[in-house]
């Protein structure tokens, strides 16, 4: 088999497999609002029609929520490769500040290039397409894969995956594979492709602090009576030394330093603070004194206020002493952090703080620890050296500073080290008006795991 004799059938066909991807964009299935729920049905029902056509053998799952597709090839080749991706979409509103109708998809030209303009483009089902059609051309130019492939696609990503570690695990026999691959990330940059073998964890706290019974008169009560809005403040300004270390005790414990090597290969790329906050209108780094920028974002843990409440918020002026005052608080976590141990510090931390006549009640929003892959697994260097092959630069390692429960799921439920390789760029402006997805993304994408199958085959 010659990979060259397939990279000629995708440039053939790119225009074929735009087509098919406008109709699937065409499909609105957003999993957050039940009135959808019969698209996200076609969704699923469009794409085993699709997979089935190019000879796998694919069928939909159902779930208490939205289905699962599964396909498997019949191909026996090791390795054995899983790629995941999922099919929903985020809501669109609001509507009015869409240029054209989000599910009415179509190629837009623009000062940076062509564009598939649309709900849904970068955000899954173009990145998931890219996939599919490698596989596609694979068949068409030798009528085999080069390796076993299944295929797993989710519908409810975008909502939490209430239905995703249920299924695997109660279909773990057939999902487990040697390695998975998950196309739901994006370049470094515009050119650098990225395979991300870190991704930070999420601790989500909401406290709320009661003094008083009542709202009072400041006036009558300021100064004699305790302020929970004073309360509040000063626990949230000693969560932070003047150097931006976390001050909750034992926060840093299982934390390790970033290995040499990719230290080395992150400083390789070219990133720079100034430019990155000035696209949104700062200029000076925040975080750890002497951490470089990509550390911050990528493989430090934080701590950061999300939102504060607490007293007369509406228009003029109420000399109020709240009975109440809330505050939301997330830490983005790395591997080595226990969030059920950090969630117990820091109510322990903000209980030490809290003075007389006050209490405090809290309110978790979900825990989930850091992922890892092992960049030991060969597969990983195969994969960045067909990615290099394609791209104008060499492709890297790196870290992101979202979270990605899936690649998790596939190492604790079902022990495979997952491959993140996504083509989106920063301005896809996934989740917001006007999503797109770079055709480049879309063509060399379709490119890139078409020599990334190729790679791993051998």
Known sequence: MTVEQVLDRVDAD????VERLLDLLRIPSISTDPAYK??????????????????????????????????????TASPHLMFYGHYDVQPVDPLSLWTNPPFEPALEDTEKGRVIRGRGSSDDKGQLMTFVEACRAWKAVHGTLPAKVSIFFEGEEESGSPSLVPFMKDNKEELTADVALICDTGLFGESTPAIVTRLRGL???????TGPDKDLHSGMYGGIARNPIRVLAKIIASLHDKTGRIMVPGFYDGV???PSDIAKQWGSLGFENAQFLGEVGLGVPAGEDGRTGLEMIWSRPTCEVNGISGGYQGDGFKTVLPSQASAKISFRLVPGQDPLKLREAF????????????????KDHGASAASEMSTDHPAFEQARGALSDEWPNEAAFVGCGGSIPIAGHFKEILGMDALLIGFGKDDDQIHSPNEKYDLSSFHKGIRSWVRVLDALSK
């Open 14 to 17: 790119l225009d074929a497999a």
């Open 38 to 75: 019969d698209d996200c049905d076609r969704a699923a029902n469009w794409l085993v029609e699709d997979l089935n056509s190019i000879g796998l053998d694919a069928s939909k799952r159902a779930t208490l929520g939205h289905p699962m597709v599964v396909a498997h090839g019949s191909e």
């Open 203 to 209: 601790l989500g706290e909401e406290l709320t602090i």
């Open 256 to 258: 390790e330093e970033l």
């Open 347 to 362: 109510r322990a931390f903000v209980q030490e703080q809290l003075p007389e006549d006050c209490t405090v009640s809290f």
